[in-house]
């Protein structure tokens, strides 16, 4: 009998959602349920759920009453699933044949695997493929210490389309309702220092869709950015890293490493100068080293290219050494 429920939270993707399930519900072994949680959408999404519900059996639609937003609904959606195994899968993305299959395998041979994921393959809104994302793993497990150690420099997967161990997402106590940016990276850190794991198995076995950002929306939310990374820290990575007696100086480096890339965006025009003064107080709190201090000085005054330039040469290092090491 198949243990793995797909969870689906879904707010205005009529254009996409009905391609999303049907994915979901065409894998071989298929899913024991798909849960979908359409968060009061205004377009035609709940018709097409409806319509799918009809004729998919394993489909199970919940239309919430009220607006839970993009913390809350993803944390409900899971939280209803009842099987071992469960993939949170947003709606305008794609499993592919083998998702299931793959991934369920993986979790079986690494029983402290936490969760499993893949590579992906990175398509636009029109589903025209624009890379392929793969990790640099030599092992298909890795312990919760390693994950949590790694997790310091940042999310560590392909995309965020995760097949959870449901014990594991009990023992992170889920989705942060009250995030509204990285409530993924937070429950990634809660899972490997609750004592799990992962399992990374290097096939592309899902498409995740990357949208155009269209009138700066992603950059305008810089602010809420910025306070999802300092929660983050405070919250889990900082605490989990003191828990163990690890050195906490690697964590502040981190955290005025981020601090400085976000400072960034107090030169860009988008924002008015009193969004600029309450984003210079977010960075500040995420640190305030006298680099970031240095940084935020910099941007502000039009002399950014000095840290634009070092961060471009520093990507640039990145590459080619992983470039190297495929060879």
């Excluded at 999310?155 to 995030?179: D, G, H, S």
């Excluded at 937070?186 to 799990?196: E, H, P």
């Excluded at 964590?251 to 008015?272: D, G, K, M, T």
Aim: aromatic share 8%; glycine share 4%; with cysteine.
């Amino acid at each position: 009998m198949n243990k793995v429920t797909i969870c689906i939270p879904t707010y205005n993707q009529e254009d996409y959602v009905e391609k999303t399930i049907r994915s979901a519900a065409s894998q071989i072994p298929p899913p024991c349920e798909i849960i979908v949680s359409n968060d009061c959408s205004t377009d035609g999404t709940a018709a097409i759920l409806d319509n799918l519900a009809k004729e998919i059996e394993i489909l199970k639609v919940i239309h919430q009453p009220v607006n839970l937003g993009v913390g809350r609904n993803p944390d409900t959606c899971l939280r209803l699933a009842e099987s071992e195994y469960v993939v949170k899968l947003d709606s305008d993305d794609i499993l592919l044949p083998g998702y299931i299959a793959s991934l369920s395998a993986a979790l079986d041979r690494n029983p402290r695997a936490g969760y499993a994921h893949g590579a992906v393959r990175e398509i636009d809104e029109n589903g025209k493929q624009i890379r392929l994302r793969k990790l640099y793993r030599n092992k298909e497990y890795q312990d919760a210490d390693t994950t949590l150690r790694n997790a310091l420099s940042g999310y560590r997967v392909a995309a965020n389309i995760l097949m959870f161990r449901k014990e594991a997402l009990e023992a992170a106590n889920f989705v942060n309702p009250t995030m509204h940016f990285a409530e993924d990276y937070y429950l990634n850190v809660s899972i490997a220092d609750a004592g799990f794991g992962n399992a990374y198995v290097p096939e592309i076995l899902s498409e995740y869709r990357v949208w155009e950002d269209v009138g700066n929306t992603r950059n305008k939310r810089k602010q809420v950015e910025v306070e999802g990374l300092i929660t983050v820290f405070e919250e889990r990575i900082q605490p989990a890293f003191q828990k163990r007696g690890w050195d906490i100086s690697k964590v502040a480096s981190r955290r005025a490493e981020l601090a400085r890339r976000q400072a960034s965006a107090l030169s860009w025009s988008i924002f008015s100068e009193e969004e600029k003064e309450s984003l210079e107080k977010a960075i500040l709190r995420l640190s305030d080293a006298p680099s970031v201090t240095l940084a935020i000085k910099c941007y502000r005054n039009n002399l950014g290219f000095v840290y634009d330039l070092r961060k471009n040469m520093t990507g640039f290092l990145k590459s080619a050494v992983k470039k190297v090491a495929l060879r």
